[in-house]
């Protein structure tokens, strides 16, 4: 697996090892930078790479930019362009991941969003799974609780506030689970360290909602559609209890890196019968058919590179 060898970076795409900030830059010291997450895969029958709902993407980061303050002449279709300059000129022959990043590009001290400056960069590397055990996820509940959105924007990619996603994180595997969950302020489950959360009970798909500090994600919003158009199932958004992670059927998390995971274990409890579930599995196939470009139905979400 090879390391990148391009990035976009102050207007222009230069080698990788070019791309460089000062120890001072606003955005390293003080976390003000919005960034985006977008997956390519890469079909070998047809010998293409296919970049997954960029559209969406952009214009979520985009939004993300407008939470701090920042004032960008770039729009939707001109950072989709850049992007397929950037891979078009990277070649990858694999899966990737691909990371645009708005920041506070002035140097100096001070806390604020006004008077600043701000960047674009954009990479990509090649990237497989970013959760191994990603059939049978064992998850824990985490003692730190998420973001609200009246201290930092949940729903949008701000780079300070993932800190809480860390913490989150880090202690899970310590403890030696897979991922955590965590809860919002009103004790509700509201995602989890990098991805939303679903469940499953009495063939009904349950959701928490946009409003209870979750991020607005792509995949989510992926799930949602292939649930009522593929599968047929009632889908309902609304706030979920702990508790209700342990009795339910099937339990499973979504993201751009983590794509489809089935957990089939909290705190030490199975769920259902503690292995993946008949739902999560079906939505896990018709996710990989959609990315891939094999669902001719869905093409409308691919770029084709």
Not at 1 to 12: D, I, L, T, V, W
Request: hydrophobic residues 40%; charged residues 25%; contains cysteine.
């Amino acid at each position: 697996m090879r390391s990148p060898r391009f990035a976009y970076f102050e207007g222009r795409i230069v080698p990788f090892d070019q791309a460089r900030v000062s120890v001072a830059t606003h955005a390293f010291n003080y976390g003000t930078a919005v960034f985006g997450g977008l997956r390519g895969y890469w079909n070998a029958d047809r010998q293409r790479l296919f970049v997954f709902r960029p559209w969406e993407h952009y214009q979520r980061l985009l939004y993300s930019a407008r939470l701090l303050c920042m004032e960008v002449s770039y729009d939707v279709e001109s950072l989709i362009q850049i992007t397929l300059d950037l891979l078009r000129a990277e070649a990858w022959q694999e899966d990737v991941y691909i990371r645009p990043m708005f920041y506070k590009a002035d140097t100096g001290i001070g806390v604020r969003l006004h008077n600043l400056k701000e960047e674009l960069t954009i990479w990509s590397t090649p990237f497989q799974k970013y959760i191994q055990n990603d059939t049978s996820a064992h998850v824990t509940i985490s003692s730190w609780r998420r973001i609200d959105d009246n201290v930092i924007p949940a729903r949008g990619k701000v780079s300070g506030a993932y800190v809480n996603s860390a913490l989150a994180k880090t202690d899970a595997a310590r403890a030696g689970f897979d991922e955590a969950l965590v809860l919002d302020q009103n004790g509700h489950v509201s995602e989890g360290s990098a991805m939303n959360v679903f469940m499953v009970r009495d063939g009904v798909v349950i959701t928490p909602p946009v409003t209870e500090n979750i991020l607005e994600g792509i995949t989510r919003r992926t799930v949602l559609e292939l649930v009522r158009n593929e599968l047929g199932l009632p889908v309902v958004e609304r706030p979920i209890d702990r508790s209700e992670v342990a009795i339910c059927d099937e339990f499973f998390m979504t993201g751009t890196a983590a794509q489809i995971v089935a957990v089939t274990r909290v705190d030490h409890r199975p769920i259902g019968n503690g292995v993946m579930g008949p739902i999560t599995a079906r939505l896990r196939e018709l996710f990989e058919d959609v990315v891939r470009g094999r669902n001719e139905r869905y093409c409308a979400w691919l770029l084709e590179v």
